[in-house]
């Protein structure tokens, strides 16, 4: 953006509660243009429904311009989990209810929704065990502390190829070009859909001007094809859509994740 435009762009960053505080200043902003957010999935579509009550409406509070990239989630085992495929999984989960356990990065993370929606499209009861990131998931995974763990790929990725975890499947519809040995979960249990994404967000209420202007800065930037050679070396996939579609792509994943978010008795009071 800084290049296209000739004019300095400053991040601040305003971390904590999944994002929520960053967008509570962001939505109390001029609606000029010049303050504007990375929302996503979780402040923008997990939150209204994790959370008793939020600083801000996640829809009407906001202006959505664009979507800028998606990420799927691994499902990796500890190698001496006797199962190869995800269909070993499930048959396995199914032999031996409450035996196997699963770790997130946190309760009400797209990790944890992962594990949930496993649970209902495989019909296993298999234990959900959070930690505060993915770094001590993984070092349980590793030890044989947990069995099974969701995580976003990259990190997972990279324990799957030194031969220290196996992987199983990616939570994607279709399987990533970053993996494509990896099947998709959906594969097996068709209904599993489970990303992380991006979206350029600013309050409500920006001109229709400056939408126009900052939707169109976004797609340029995004078909950049060294931003693309670096989000590929994260395992994320450049994401551009119009400002209407972002809108209704953020209404169709809260409307998708709230049964998942109640079934899975999450809930931040």
């Known amino acids: 953006m800084t290049e296209l435009t000739g004019q300095q762009w400053v991040v601040e960053n305003r971390g904590g509660a999944g994002g929520n505080l960053g967008m509570e200043v962001l939505s109390k902003s001029d609606p000029d ?30 202006t959505f311009i664009s979507t800028i990239w998606w990420l799927p989630n691994l499902l990796a085992v500890n190698l001496n989990v006797p199962a190869n495929s995800v269909a070993e999984l499930v048959e396995l989960c199914r032999k031996n209810p409450g035996k196997y356990s699963y770790g997130s990065a946190g309760s009400g993370t797209t990790l944890h929704l992962s594990g949930e929606l ?10 959900h065990v959070p930690y505060r990131g ?58 599993m859909d489970m990303i992380s ?39 994320t996939t450049a994401w551009w859509s119009t400002p209407a579609d972002t809108l209704a792509f953020r ?19």
């Open 134 to 191: 993915s770094a001590p998931a993984t070092q349980d995974l590793l030890a044989g502390q947990i069995h099974m763990m969701f995580d976003n790929i990259p990190g997972t990725l990279t324990q799957s190829r030194a031969g220290k975890v196996r992987a199983l499947g990616v939570t994607s519809t279709k399987r990533t070009s970053v993996a494509p040995e990896i099947p998709a979960i959906a594969e097996t249990l068709p209904g």
């Open 118 to 127: 496993f649970k209902m499209l495989a019909k296993v009861d298999i234990q």
């Open 197 to 235: 994404w991006t979206t350029l967000t600013g309050p409500a209420k920006l001109p229709a001007n400056v939408i126009e202007r900052l939707s169109e800065l976004s797609r340029k930037a995004l078909e950049s094809n060294d931003l693309k050679a670096k989000y590929a070396d994260l395992a």
């Open 33 to 62: 243009g010049y303050t504007l957010g990375l929302g996503g999935i979780a402040a923008h579509a997990i939150s209204p429904s994790l959370y008793a009550k939020l600083p801000f409406n996640a829809r009407t509070d906001f």
């Open 251 to 269: 209404d169709s994943e809260e409307a998708r994740l709230a049964p998942i978010i109640k079934a899975s008795g999450a809930r931040v009071d």
